[in-house]
């Protein structure tokens, strides 16, 4: 699965309840995407990112200020979600209710693509436990139907807002140059260095076009900046060039 995606809580401040919630929610999303061949932003590292970001903590962000924090990651979507917990009866055992409501953001274009929300409820021996088991079950069911959202909007979409990875052979200092001329043009939403040495860079790109007409561009760039350019393989979603 190419598409990578972030996952981000708001709103629970300091409740305890909605702490537990935000965190069992958060796992069942991820083991539900990640079954389904989605990569997912490590935790820790967007945690870190949005100590940095404060701003944007709120569930409904200024979209472009959302979208460019996903881009950090160069994740394509930001799945946005909250919860609500509701504790019931602990004389007669202890259940729980967990709502949960989510919307995605595509980073490349800034905008919501797909809004929805899930509840379950549950009992356990524990209050911890109860909420658990609920908020596993609600974020399954809300990541199902986001899946099916995101799925759709990608075959909308065709193969715009995609991550594509490029190796270009030779000098380091020409594929960088390369590599910031082609950032500059509207065809790419973002772009980072992945790794460099021994002759070759490789760039992991999201792509706002056709990976056919980001190629034109890049050939023409070449071009126009007098360096040779040649296609060596091209496989899945990585392609290779040497720079003469």
């Known amino acids: 699965g190419e598409r990578l995606l972030l996952i981000r809580a708001s709103g629970a401040g300091n409740i305890t309840r909605e702490l537990k919630s935000q965190s069992d929610v958060y796992d069942s999303m991820v083991e539900y995407l990640t079954d389904h ?33 996903g881009l950090q990651f160069l994740a394509e979507y930001t799945i946005h979600f909250k919860t609500s917990t509701i504790v019931k009866d602990p004389e007669k ?22 809004a929805k929300s899930a509840e379950a409820s549950s009992t356990g021996h524990t209050t911890e ?34 991550t594509i990875t490029m190796v270009f052979e030779g000098r380091e200092s020409q594929a960088e140059r390369l590599a910031g001329l082609l950032e500059k ?28 007409q980001l190629e034109r561009d890049l050939l023409k760039l070449a071009a126009t900046h007098g360096l040779q350019l040649q296609k060596v393989r091209s496989e899945g979603n990585r392609s290779t060039w040497k720079i003469r």
């Open 37 to 69: 061949g989605y990569r997912v932003v490590d935790r820790a590292a967007a945690e870190q990112a949005s100590v940095q970001i404060a701003a944007t903590h709120e569930i409904d962000p200024v979209l472009n200020k959302a979208a460019a924090y």
């Open 93 to 114: 055992g202890v259940g729980a209710l967990v709502r949960v409501s989510a919307k995605v953001v595509d980073n490349t274009g800034a905008r919501i693509i797909t």
């Open 129 to 162: 436990d109860a909420i658990e088991k609920a908020a596993r079950n609600a974020g399954k069911k809300l990541t199902e139907q986001l899946a099916k959202g995101i799925e759709l909007h990608v075959q909308q979409a065709g193969s715009e807002g995609r």
């Open 185 to 212: 043009t509207p065809a790419v939403a973002a772009l980072k260095e992945l790794e460099a040495g021994g002759g070759k860079t490789t760039f992991e790109i999201i792509i706002k076009v056709r990976r056919d």
